[in-house]
């Protein structure tokens, strides 16, 4: 069974624009973590957010945590076409992964 | 970030041999590794999880005698695809963790394998 569930599973968006990608997962978690994986390749660790944090910032990301709701959310902002990729989020606790979002930045 | 190296990249084999794929913790003691596979288009599934020292813990569905997971050390594990048959073909992707918490887990670069 799968632990994270990303919403959307595609994403298209136009260079510059903002893109929000969402995740909910199923069991408690220590902390959660975003992933980036380009087509074939392996995964980028982008942020990883503890439980008891509501909010992260890294550059350009943006990473949310509700843990009563058990979601999470990644904006990017200011998007690049090299930010084209499917990225994915994880609990600690049970490190299987969803669907992942397919963002798609058009320049 | 900490360094996870798996290796080789990329194999071809003969169909009824086996492949071994190394997944390696440079700079810190791996205490949990997690394998998965990934078809195209598709998202990684949890093949198993491994804890140093221990036998590993295969997902529902996953059969153990034909993917043999060694976890002998803190710093390598290594996943052997057995009597591998087209259908293998895939790509496997190793995941390492010092300890559960507020840690990450580091991915290795993943491992093309095609059956001919």
């Given at each position: 069974?799968?632990?994270?569930?990303?919403?959307?599973q595609a994403l298209s968006i136009q260079e510059g624009e903002n893109a929000t990608m969402n995740c909910?997962?199923?069991?408690?978690?220590n902390n959660l973590q975003w992933y980036r994986q380009n087509s074939g390749r392996g995964l980028v660790h982008l942020i990883l957010i503890r439980s008891n944090e509501r909010e992260k910032h890294s550059g350009r990301l943006r990473v949310t945590l509700d843990t009563s709701k058990k979601s999470s959310s990644l904006l990017i902002t200011a998007s690049r076409a090299a930010d084209t990729?499917?990225?994915?989020?994880v609990g600690d606790n049970d490190m299987?992964?969803?669907a992942g979002t397919r963002l798609t930045v058009k320049p | 970030g900490a360094v996870v190296s798996q290796h080789p990249s990329r194999v071809i084999c003969k169909s009824g041999t086996s492949v071994k794929i190394e997944c390696r913790s440079l700079d810190f003691q791996a205490t949990t590794m997690f394998w998965y596979r990934q078809f195209p288009k598709q998202s990684l599934m949890l093949m198993a999880t491994s804890n140093e020292?221990?036998?590993?813990?295969?997902?529902q569905g996953v059969e153990k005698d034909k993917f043999l997971i060694n976890h002998a050390s803190l710093t390598l594990s290594t996943l052997t695809v057995t009597s591998a048959h087209p259908e293998d073909s895939s790509f496997y992707i190793c995941s390492a963790r010092d300890r559960l918490g507020n840690t990450e887990?580091?991915?290795?670069?993943?491992?093309?394998?095609t059956v001919v």
């Open positions: 069974s799968q632990q994270g569930e990303e919403d959307p909910s997962y199923k069991t408690s978690i990729a499917s990225y994915f989020c299987r992964f969803g | 020292g221990s036998k590993a813990t295969y997902e887990a580091f991915f290795g670069q993943g491992t093309r394998l």
